[in-house]
């Protein structure tokens, strides 16, 4: 069995979720194995039946005072748990912040091996795995000795895909948790900006050296307002001190995968491309046609970003009448 | 904005030039203000900075050089800087610490003064007024030159580049990968090969020219035509630390003069807010063109390595110990950036003597870089550059022991941390000797010479065996220490000793060429200003004139056959000579080139005993009848086939003897023993070189022979002019037609007595020659009067000096004043004749 | 108040990341060292503690001898004692550098306390959330979890109290807070500051500091590796859609038909 890891927000199964469960899928078919998914914190039918439509046959729910809220020692101590008791031949969840948390938080537990971050996975009776290092510009070939192998597959190496859609049972798991668990139990939330975030943003405008100043993003700010998107900046200009550091995409910041992302004045270091390389669509606008950038986007333009994009802004405001 | 055309990729053009850096861009922006069309510029890195060395430069310009060209094509290319309005002259000062140090700055006062540049020698209090924040207590003085500039050398390069593409049509194609440059081998009697074209990874360009202009990576694209540009990259490190406020308060890219600590060989320059620290003291660190990373991999920019802490933490501590403030800002930027450097110290400019059309413009740094581009341009156009004589540049000199990676790195590591070193001007290399010898070698060093390098060749200076000399002389030591550097007053004794008796010097390090077939006596005279064409047996002494009839060589040519010429030249001029005829000759099979530098060997024996000695081991006729003076006769030495060339380049009377290689150790010996009861003495080049060159006023190329004089300057001028064509005719007849305006001339140093009381001996050359209000002395071609070689004549007791000066001012017993180490000496004019024997009676004995 | 921060030495590299022949490693032969950037935050993070609460960082970390160098720039930004686990050059697998981790801490803390007392445990030990290089995730976890103390990762903001540690966690769109009771781990993320430059003295006082060498003897993990390689380059066509301003109308065009507009 394949015990795919759920997180879930507000009610509702994340994206990262959604992509454990399909690259789990195919993951189960390899091993000839059943998809199951473990839901903890929660055992909310929408949940089970969404996961289902993901091809889970079994949502094993656990619910307990400690797990009223995230904490990645009483969820790693779960799985730990269901592992134990479920004997699944391998766990997967999705190699977001939480997903590699708990993972590790259980393997910890379990003195398992635990690899993060797989492209490919090979399973057998040593599994091997195909894995990123660097963000993602450098593989690793890896193999485990373990009795159960636990995983994570990289953020955005799939597209959510619903498929095998199957009618979910729910199982409870009794899970042994006390007070204990609830020592790294979130607090608080704090909500700092209302609509649409740079994870979820559909239009990133980033922004790099090559923006010249702080005041060099008012411009891109009004692009991004005009598309309902989002402002980045790479890793230089979070240095240099024009854009906080929550703006920044690449390999130490955030992770983007917009339909669009239009790069402006980045040139496409590493560290920032394994943050941008997601995005569905790449536009580049440099004045250097053999930037990096604009080499590895769908389209460029050749130009100064502060002539073309107040350009882009009066265009679209002009269609849009 | 991207400045590329917006067209295909070129199959041909007239020109490639590879590399957009400052020279790459500088010598398109001057090839194309001299009219060159069909241009093309690649880079394999992006643009503007593509990633070498003019990428991290420190970008300054410090005017004072003792070196004249160093000197002259810095100081015509901060003028470039200031013309595009890309430069500010921020002023500089080299701070003492020491008191040698503050000896130095008073060589560079007159340094400063030979080439017209404002400077001021500070006190420490002086030196805070311009620079506050320096520590006062540490230093002795500082000297102060107020023209020192910054320049924008990457908006100087995209400025050169638009106007060749404005002026030229220049193509530019960045991103764009050499990888080969093609030549055309089909074997040619001048045994060189022909660029072709250059393959990069867009297509072939076919090419007339290519010029490398890589910087750094030079050498690797001179491989791909298989020739050698000896250079290679070396770290020098620099931090950038900041910000500071004194500095942010200027509101200035730079608003305090640039400080060169010089005896930490470390320098502290304003960027803005904060200071970079640039150093030249740490271990040297060299790297091989291969392990330069391609622009992706490089975690900054190709040429800007990881910084190595360890390396710099001793310039810190000094650093810190000269602006305390410095200690407590940080370190934001820190690399091992890579600079190129040469086996010599000099850049390596000129076509490739090995392949035709292919041109380097490498191991050039920013402070020269448009004088630089403009000498090659110039070079390329007029086939010698007109801005200055650039000799010391050409990379033809480099003999074939230079070309290794063995000579260049160990020369490279022990010229590194001179970068800012008091470097003494018969300053001789500790490392890298004995590359080429004399046959006489094992003789020499039994007679304890103490060796000199001229380039590989190595060349006794003097002998201790004669030390006895000194003392039956009364010679002594003299009082200044740097003034006794590299010489021996045994120099002196072995002078006066050929002057009384004979002395036998060993020239195995001459250059010896023979031009030989049905073409070679009329290519030998299209070669030479004087008349080649002369009865077999007969030498000529002749210059050899570029283009636009300034000097090329002086050197002696001798008709050894009716289709045979043999060439005799310097062992300093060799590569350029050697290169020279090879440019010029006839590829049609009518000549032959052959090089016997190292099949023939010279022994110099003058003084009035020579006849004395030579005749117990000849039947030879040595009388000025049987072996007049030029003649060159066949003779038989202790059972050696040899040659006697009458001449002399020291004042007394005798002979170049001219032995095969193999069989000159018996010959020497020979002469050794002849002249035992004859007084005769192993002499060194020191004699020969300079005290008996000097006393008789012989010009030397290199000193008083450069392309920016002429034969009737130099008052080599005769009477007639053959009918024969020459290289540079046209232009010699023009300067014959116009008269000088200068003569080459002698002058004696009346007192050489400094403001201690101490006597000191001028040595090194280009200090300014005076008038007797202490102005400097220029003529209307801007070319100031300055000591083109000085030294001690023994058989005069003054010191002589020989530069050029206006006609009214060459008048004999004109008075006259020359600087060294920053004080003035009175000098009078002998005039252009000899300050010794003039009327060369001991030659004619 | 006494902060251990754990750092990795990572290469420093550009574009494009090369391979050693054998596969095994970063070739890393022109590229410099740097600390992991996390970490880089965390060294940065333990010095603002420690000069807003007193005490004293202690850095640690485990690898090659040249890691040395890491531990002097630590130093030389305010740390105030190295520690270098060595090893023979070779990456130690998670659990392994995990055991050796958690096998010096026991060591660090028993003697530094001269008697073993609680004195000498570090109130914070400092992670990376996830090295820059191998990336794996979990060793501060594990350290965490075999030193029986709480972690939490993704860490942006930390404050300290008497009692207890209050640590902000970014997500999307905010973040939450966790309060860890004493002694405590946290895995740090770049952004929870700006970190410093050396000054040229703290450079020069940081090679007066004293690196403790340790050598600890840990059991390999169940995680091997096989070999590392470049993934495969993706080759798209870039369409140029113009130069200069009047690019605008084809940009626009583009966004139409991906239905951004």
Redesign the interface.
Same mark, same amino acid.
């Given at each position: 069995m394949l015990l795919v890891v759920l997180e879930h927000e507000r009610g509702e199964l994340v994206e990262a979720a959604c992509e454990a469960l399909t690259f789990g899928r195919v993951l189960a078919a390899k091993m000839g194995e059943d998809l199951e998914a473990a839901l903890i914190g929660s055992d909310d039918d929408a949940l089970v039946a969404a996961a289902g439509e993901y091809g889970a046959e079994t949502v094993h729910t656990c619910t307990h005072d400690v797990l009223s809220d995230y904490g990645p020692d009483a969820y790693g101590a779960v799985v730990a748990q269901m592992v134990e008791s479920l004997s699944p031949e391998a766990v997967l969840a999705c190699g977001s912040d939480r997903g590699n948390e708990i993972m590790a938080q259980a393997a910890a537990r379990l003195g398992s091996p635990f690899v993060a971050n797989c492209k490919d996975v090979t399973p057998g009776d040593a599994w091997s795995m195909t894995r990123v290092q660097w963000g993602g510009s450098l593989l690793e070939d890896t193999a485990i000795d373990a009795d159960v192998a636990l995983l994570s597959c990289g953020l955005h190496t799939v597209a959510a895909e619903p498929g095998g859609a199957q009618n979910a049972d729910a199982e409870e798991f009794e899970a042994a948790l006390d007070e204990s668990h609830a020592i790294t139990i979130v607090k608080d939330r704090v909500v700092q900006e209302a609509g649409v975030t740079l994870p979820t943003a559909p239009v990133v405008v980033g922004g790099g050296r090559g923006v010249g100043s702080e005041d060099g993003f008012a411009q891109l700010e009004a692009l991004a307002e005009l598309l309902g998107g989002r402002v980045g900046c790479s890793r230089a200009v979070t240095n240099l001190g024009w854009r906080p550091h929550s703006d920044q995409v690449g390999q130490t910041g955030t992770r983007i995968a917009p339909e669009v992302y239009i790069a402006s004045g980045i040139s496409g270091a590493i560290q920032h491309w394994v943050g941008a390389m997601a995005s569905k669509h790449i536009l580049a606008i440099n004045t250097d046609r053999e930037a990096n950038m604009v080499v590895k986007a769908d389209w460029a333009v050749i130009a100064d970003l502060h002539e073309v994009i107040p350009a882009i802004t009066e265009e679209v405001k002009r269609r849009r009448g | 904005? /991207?400045d +590329?055309p =917006?067209s295909g990729f070129p199959t041909s053009a007239k020109c490639v030039v590879i590399g957009a850096g400052i020279v790459g861009n500088c010598v398109v922006g001057h090839l194309a203000r001299l009219g060159w069309k069909d241009l093309v510029l690649l880079d394999k890195g992006? !643009?503007p900075n593509p990633g070498g060395s003019t990428g991290h430069a420190s970008n300054f310009i410090f005017p004072v050089d003792h070196n004249k060209e160093m000197a002259l094509l810095g100081e015509q290319s901060a003028n470039q800087y200031r013309d595009m309005d890309l430069s500010v002259d921020s002023g500089g000062i080299e701070v003492a610490r020491t008191q040698e140090r503050m000896v130095e700055l008073q060589r560079r006062m007159t340094s400063a003064k030979a080439w017209g540049i404002e400077a001021h020698l500070l006190t420490p209090a002086e030196v805070k007024e311009h620079v506050p924040f320096i520590n006062g207590e540490v230093i002795l003085g500082g000297f102060y030159c107020p023209t020192v500039s910054v320049v924008d050398s990457l908006e100087t390069g995209t400025t050169m580049r638009k106007e060749a593409i404005d002026k030229a049509g220049l193509q530019v194609f960045? =991103?764009t990968e050499v990888l080969d440059v093609i030549t055309d081998d089909t074997p040619r009697p001048n045994g060189r090969r022909k660029v072709t074209a250059v393959e990069t990874d867009k297509g072939t360009i076919e090419a007339e020219y290519v010029v490398i202009a890589c910087g750094v990576w030079s050498n690797r694209i001179a491989y791909m035509a298989d020739t050698y540009i000896p250079l290679v990259p070396a770290v020098h490190q620099m931090a950038d630390?900041g910000p500071m406020d004194i500095l942010a308060e200027t509101n200035n890219e730079i608003g305090y003069p640039i400080v060169r600590d010089m005896d930490t060989f470390c320098y502290e320059r304003q960027s803005a807010g904060s200071m970079e620290v640039g150093s030249y003291a740490h271990r040297p660190i060299l790297h091989h063109p291969d &392990? +330069?990373? /391609? =622009? #992706? &991999? #490089? #975690? !900054?920019s190709p040429t800007e *390595?990881? *910084?190595t802490?360890d390396d710099f $933490?001793q310039q810190? &501590?000094e #650093?810190?110990e000269l602006m305390d403030m !410095?200690? $407590?800002? &940080? +370190?934001?930027y820190a690399i091992n950036g890579l600079l190129s450097l040469t086996p010599d110290g000099m850049p390596c400019l000129g076509e490739m003597p090995d392949v035709e059309n292919l041109w380097s413009a490498a191991a050039v740094w920013v402070k020269e870089g448009p004088g630089m581009g403009q000498v090659v341009a110039e070079w390329m156009h007029y086939g010698y550059p007109r801005v200055i004589d650039s000799h010391g540049a050409d990379v033809a000199r480099f003999y074939d022991e230079e070309k290794s990676d063995e000579h260049i790195w160990a020369r490279a590591e022990e010229s590194f941390n001179k970068t800012y070193g008091i470097v003494h001007p018969a300053e001789q290399w500790a490392d890298r000797r004995m590359l080429v010898d004399s046959p006489y070698r094992s003789r020499q060093e039994a007679l304890g010479a103490e060796f000199f390098q001229a380039r590989v060749w190595e060349r006794p200076q003097w002998y201790t065996s004669n030390a006895d000399l000194v003392e039956r002389y009364g010679l002594e030591e003299r009082k200044v220490e740097w003034d006794n550097r590299w010489w021996s007053p045994i120099t002196v004794a072995e002078h006066l000793n050929l002057r009384e008796n004979c002395g036998l010097i060993d020239l195995s390090a001459f250059q010896i060429y023979e031009l030989e077939g049905s073409g070679a006596v009329e290519f030998a005279d299209y070669l030479a200003v004087n008349k080649i064409d002369v009865p077999v047996g007969r030498s000529v002494y002749t210059p050899w004139l570029n283009a636009d009839g300034g000097f090329h060589s002086d050197l002696t040519m001798m008709r050894m056959a009716e289709d045979r010429v043999r060439i005799v030249t310097g062992v300093f001029d060799g590569g350029r000579d050697d290169f020279w005829v090879r440019k010029h000759m006839p590829n049609d099979g009518s000549v032959t080139f052959t090089n016997l530098s190292k099949e023939i060997s010279t022994l110099g024996l003058w003084g009035p005993n020579a006849p004395a000695v030579l005749g117990q081991l000849t039947d030879q006729d040595l009388s000025q009848d049987g072996s007049p003076y030029g003649s060159y006769l066949p003779v038989t030495i202790a059972g050696v086939e040899c040659h006697l060339f009458r001449i002399s380049y020291v004042g007394d009377t005798g002979w170049e003897i001219y032995v095969p290689w193999d069989q000159a150790p018996s010959v020497f010996d020979a002469i050794m023993k002849a002249g035992e009861d004859h007084g005769l003495r192993v002499t060194g080049g020191g004699v020969y070189s300079l005290s008996g060159r000097i006393e008789k006023g012989y010009r030397l190329m290199g000193a008083e022979l450069e392309s920016e004089y002429n034969p009737v300057e130099a008052g080599l001028a005769r009477p007639k002019v053959k009918a024969a064509d020459f290289i540079g005719k046209e232009a010699y007849l023009a300067a014959r037609e116009a008269g000088s305006e200068v003569q080459c001339v002698t002058l004696i140093v009346d007192d050489n007595v400094d403001s201690q009381g101490r006597q000191r001996f001028m040595q090194g050359g280009n200090e300014p020659i005076l008038d007797l209000d202490g102005n400097r002395i220029v003529d209307s071609h801007g070319r100031a009067s300055r000591v083109t070689t000085a030294g001690y004549a023994p058989s005069l007791g003054k010191n002589l000096l020989m530069g050029y000066l206006p006609n009214e001012l060459a008048e004999p017993g004109t008075k006259l004043q020359s600087m060294y180490m920053n004080e003035l000496y009175p000098c009078t004019v002998v005039g252009p004749g000899s300050a010794f024997d003039p009327d060369d009676t001991r030659l004619k004995s | 108040m006494k902060i251990l921060c754990c750092v990795k030495r990572v290469p420093a590299p550009g574009a494009k990341i090369n391979v050693t022949a054998d596969g095994m490693d970063v070739d890393a032969a022109h590229l410099g060292f740097t600390t992991s950037p996390h970490e880089e935050c965390g060294v940065e993070g333990a010095i603002q503690l420690k000069e807003e609460h007193g005490g004293e960082v202690t850095v640690l970390t485990l690898g090659p001898g040249d890691a040395e160098e890491q531990l002097r720039y630590a130093a030389s930004v305010g740390a105030d004692h190295g520690v270098l686990i060595a090893t023979d050059g070779t990456a130690y697998d998670p659990q392994r550098t995990a055991a050796a981790i958690v096998e010096a801490v026991e060591e660090l803390e028993s003697a530094e306390g001269g008697d073993g007392t609680e004195d000498g445990e570090f109130d914070l030990i400092l992670f990376g959330n996830e090295s820059a290089d191998a990336g794996g995730f979990q060793v501060g976890i594990r350290v965490a979890h075999a030193l029986g103390r709480p972690i939490v990762q993704g860490i942006k903001g930390i404050e300290v109290g008497d009692e207890s540690i209050t640590a902000r966690r970014e997500i999307d769109g905010g973040f939450e807070v966790y309060e860890l009771p004493r002694p405590a781990v946290l895995g740090v993320k770049e952004g929870l500051n700006l970190p410093r430059y050396p000054t040229m003295k703290g450079r020069l006082a940081s090679k007066k500091i004293e690196i403790q060498s340790m050598e600890v003897d840990a059991d390999e993990g169940g995680q091997s590796r096989v070999r590392l390689h470049r993934p495969e380059e993706q080759i798209s066509e870039t369409v140029i859609l113009g130069e200069g301003p009047e690019a605008a109308a084809a940009v626009v065009d583009v966004l139409e038909e991906l239905g951004v507009l």
């Open positions: - | 904005m /991207s +590329i =917006n992006p !643009l960045a =991103n630390v &392990e +330069i990373p /391609s =622009n #992706a &991999e #490089a #975690a !900054l *390595f990881p *910084f802490p $933490d810190m &501590e #650093a810190i !410095l200690g $407590d800002a &940080e +370190i934001k | -």
